[in-house]
């Protein structure tokens, strides 16, 4: 059996997307090289904060548990993994935006809590991805909501929802949409 060019070509492509697959999403994006991602945030409710590195040449699996436990559901303490790429999206916002603190209005939230907003609030979805660690409510001091809002829609990396009269910007790793 004889292997053409065209074969050798394909073969080569191939390799070279499954060798970016396993990569994060903002590796991926760039052809730059990797550098350490950071995070700087505090949850609103529980002041707890994290300043930090998250990633450096990969996750950095006692920083994501940190993470993890400050981003946890405070109304019933249980604690989920977060989405890594809402990680990444989230220090490309913060690199941009100077490094500045993100206040948390919400994270991690158990079935049993969004249940209990949903009760009390027309604008909490029954599958919200917060329960999956999918979604987080943020906004920085000293930065106009509505620029954050603008910034993460270019991304054009998941959902972003604008609730003005709340003060916040919602963010998901969900499927490209805003409201």
Same mark, same amino acid.
């Given at each position: 059996?004889?292997? !053409?060019?065209?074969?050798?070509?394909?073969?080569?492509? +191939?390799?070279?997307? @499954?060798?970016? #697959?396993?990569?994060? #999403?903002?590796?991926?994006?760039?052809? #730059?090289?990797?550098?350490?991602?950071?995070?700087?945030?505090? !949850?609103?409710?529980?002041?707890?904060?994290?300043?930090?590195?998250? @990633?450096? /040449?990969? @996750?950095?699996? $006692?920083?994501?548990?940190?993470?993890?436990?400050?981003?946890?559901?405070?109304?019933?303490? $249980?604690?989920?993994?977060? $989405?890594?790429?809402?990680?990444?999206?989230?220090?490309?916002?913060?690199?941009?935006?100077?490094? /500045?603190? @993100?206040?948390?209005?919400?994270?991690?939230?158990?079935?049993?809590? !969004? +249940?209990?907003?949903?009760?009390?609030?027309?604008?909490?979805?029954?599958?919200?991805? &917060?329960?999956?660690?999918? +979604?987080? $409510?943020?906004?920085?001091?000293?930065?106009?909501? +509505?620029?954050?809002?603008?910034?993460?829609?270019?991304? &054009?990396?998941?959902?972003?929802?604008?609730? #003005? /009269?709340?003060?916040?910007? &919602?963010?998901?790793?969900?499927?490209?949409?805003?409201?």
């Amino acid at each position: 059996m004889t292997i !053409n060019r065209r074969q050798i070509l394909a073969g080569l492509g +191939a390799a070279t997307l @499954f060798s970016f #697959a396993g990569l994060p #999403a903002v590796a991926r994006a760039s052809a #730059a090289p990797l550098s350490p991602l950071n995070l700087n945030l505090v !949850n609103l409710h529980t002041g707890e904060r994290f300043k930090g590195t998250f @990633f450096e /040449k990969d @996750f950095l699996p $006692d920083a994501l548990g940190e993470l993890n436990k400050v981003l946890r559901d405070h109304r019933t303490g $249980d604690v989920h993994a977060i $989405d890594k790429t809402l990680f990444e999206w989230m220090a490309s916002l913060n690199q941009r935006l100077e490094g /500045k603190e @993100f206040g948390i209005i919400s994270g991690y939230r158990s079935p049993a809590s !969004n +249940a209990g907003l949903r009760a009390n609030s027309t604008g909490v979805a029954k599958k919200s991805l &917060h329960m999956q660690g999918k +979604a987080i $409510d943020i906004r920085l001091a000293g930065v106009k909501t +509505a620029s954050i809002q603008k910034m993460a829609i270019k991304d &054009h990396r998941g959902g972003v929802g604008y609730y #003005a /009269k709340s003060d916040f910007v &919602h963010i998901d790793t969900g499927r490209p949409r805003s409201w």
